[in-house]
T-cell receptor
Framework: GAGVSQSPSNKVTEKGKDVELRCDPI?????LYWYRQSLGQGLEFLIY????????KSGLPSDRFSAERTGGSVSTLTIQRTQQEDSAVYLC?????????????FGPGTRLLVL | AQTVTQSQPEMSVQEAETVTLSCTYD???????LFWYKQPPSRQMILVIR??????QNATENRFSVNFQKAAKSFSLKISDSQLGDTAMYFC?????????????FGAGTTVTVRA
């Protein structure tokens, strides 16, 4: 595809439910990143993938959050037992290479609202 | 840890005029990269401009230019000849030039409104 795509665009869920957010990176990009954009918290890093491996999960806010990447392409961010404080925009980015060799290109994000 | 500070929550500018957004950062690293990203209402984060810390020359991209002051740890963005399409939130971001670094650290953002 031409750019990073994310689905769904918007998600409303009830507290306690599980949600899955999907990211399709730019074809050929080996590095993939998840960020969270919350009111009052700005943009925070969640997790990074190089291929299918996630060498750094330190940004995940709790063990209710998990992510996987398959085939070196699509990634899914799963939030279990959602809480109201999980409400945010979840942004995915990909780059051709890790670190500064690769500019990060962002998707349009998934806006999650937990009622 | 790196911190990025954008002290202007909101800025307003008349179409065709110039606006400057400020950004300061704190780091102990000597080699790093700085970015300005634009996020319009569509939520898509778009890279506007990037600056390598080892380069003294300020980066420019068409109507966008930066004033990079390494000693002062300052990285401001100037938008010249502002257009209505420039209305967006602008984020300053930092990445260290380390073999194990890949995270972007973002400032809180500045909302820019261009008035017709």
């Amino acid at each position: 595809g031409a750019g990073v795509s994310q689905s769904p665009s918007n998600k409303v869920t009830e507290k306690g439910k599980d949600v899955e957010l999907r990211c399709d990176p730019i074809s050929g990009h080996t590095a993939l990143y998840w960020y969270r954009q919350s009111l009052g918290q700005g943009l925070e890093f969640l997790i990074y993938f190089q291929g299918n491996s996630a060498p750094d999960k330190s940004g995940l806010p709790s063990d209710r959050f998990s992510a996987e990447r398959t085939g070196g392409s699509v990634s899914t961010l799963t939030i279990q037992r959602t809480q109201q404080e999980d409400s945010a925009v979840y942004l995915c980015a990909s780059s051709l290479a890790r670190g500064i060799q690769g500019t990060q290109y962002f998707g349009p994000g998934t806006r999650l609202l937990v009622l | 840890a790196q911190t990025v500070t954008q002290s202007q929550p909101e800025m307003s500018v008349q179409e065709a005029e110039t606006v400057t957004l400020s950004c300061t950062y704190d780091t102990s690293e000597n080699n790093y990269y700085l970015f300005w990203y634009k996020q319009p209402p569509s939520r898509q984060m778009i890279l506007v401009i990037r600056q390598e810390a080892y380069k003294q020359q300020n980066a420019t991209e068409n109507r966008f230019s930066v004033n990079f002051q390494k000693a002062a740890k300052s990285f401001s963005l100037k938008i010249s000849d502002s257009q209505l399409g420039d209305t967006a939130m602008y984020f300053c971001a930092f990445m260290a030039d380390l073999s194990n670094d890949y995270k972007l650290s973002f400032g809180a953002g500045t909302t820019v409104t261009v008035r017709a």
